[in-house]
Each structure stands twice: as C-alpha cells, then as structure tokens.
C-alpha cells in the first residue's frame, strides 16, 4: 500500500517538467528582445559610424576628447587634432559619435 503511494507521486512530478519549462521559454524569449536585439542594433550602427570617419570629421572619443579628424589610417587608427598643433592617435573605435560631417569631395 505505501509503495503504490509513492509511485503515484513520482509520476505526477514527471509532467510538471513540461510545463515549468514554457516560462523559462518566455523569459528568454523577451531578454532576447528588450536586451539582446537592441545592443546589437547598436553595434552594427556604432560600426558603419567608424567606417565611414574620414578627414575634416568633428569626433567626440569615448575619453570625452573632442577634435578634429586629420588621418585616417589603415590599421584601425585615426588622427585627431584636439588643438592647434596638438595631433592624438586614437584606435578608430574609441570614437563615440560624430558631432558634424564633412563633404566628400567632389571628382
């Protein structure tokens, strides 16, 4: 008799899995979209930003610096000039947004 019992609950337990599983499906399912998504739209866009930095942009660096894009290098460097004669090499994606475009010029 008191083994049945035992039995009986064990089997009850088996189909709680099944269920305790769908809101632990649910609570990723909704980080991925308020968290996840979101940051990566971020950095896809930060990063079309730092390719498209070329000389005569005003940049402000994640530092706080703000000056002037003088070079664009080829391995991942830019040139900044802070102030008169005073020229920074900064890794491209240390800039943190750009404050004013340039024209490109014209062919």
Do not use: C, W
């Not at 009850?12 to 998504?37: D, H, K, N």
């Not at 706080?64 to 460097?77: A, S």
């Amino acid at each position: 008799m008191f083994v049945s019992a035992a039995y009986a609950q064990t089997a009850g337990g088996a189909a709680g899995i099944g269920t305790s599983l769908v809101p632990l499906l649910l609570i990723f399912a909704i980080m991925y979209f308020l968290l996840i998504r979101p940051q990566q739209k971020k950095v896809k866009e930060h990063k079309v930003m730092v390719e498209a930095l070329r000389k005569g942009d005003r940049v402000v660096t994640q530092g706080g610096l703000i000056g002037k894009v003088t070079k664009v290098k080829e391995d991942n460097e830019v040139e900044v000039e802070i102030a008169t004669g005073v020229k920074v090499r900064v890794v491209q994606n240390t800039i943190g947004h750009v404050l004013s475009k340039t024209e490109p010029a014209k062919k």
